[in-house]
């Protein structure tokens, strides 16, 4: 069993910021990608960022120059810090990591951007 357990979610206006943390516990022998997805009501689930080990990151390019994605192996954390914040960027943010062939997901955290 693996757990995730996001935080960090919230009501901000825009421009603002807010960073989004990720903590996996359970059976995790080794943890290659993380990353975090978004959905919208209504939309589909778009991925907003991923980090693989050895830390080199993939952004999309709806947040490229506005959110970071970054890790710390040691505490099994993933974080994505999230500046200028727009009305658009309003879901649920969702954690995922990947190990020995599966993809475990978070519960999600809420993102409420106001205008």
């Known amino acids: 069993q693996v757990q995730l357990v996001e935080s960090g979610g919230g009501l901000v206006q825009a421009g603002g910021s807010l960073r989004l943390s990720c903590v996996a516990s359970?059976?995790?022998?080794?943890?290659?990608?993380m990353g975090w997805y978004r959905q919208a009501p209504e939309k589909r689930r778009e991925l907003v960022a991923t980090?693989?080990?050895?830390?080199?990151?993939n952004h999309a390019d709806s947040v490229k120059g506005r959110f970071t994605i970054s890790r710390d192996n040691a505490k099994n954390t993933v974080y994505l810090q999230m500046n200028s914040l727009k009305p658009e960027d309003t879901a649920v943010y969702l954690c995922?990591?990947?190990?020995?062939?599966?993809?475990?997901w978070g519960q999600g955290t809420q993102v409420t951007v106001s205008s």
């Open positions: 995922t990591v990947y190990i020995s062939g599966y993809w475990y």
């Open positions: 359970g059976s995790i022998s080794s943890i290659r990608t």
């Open positions: 980090i693989t080990r050895n830390g080199t990151p």
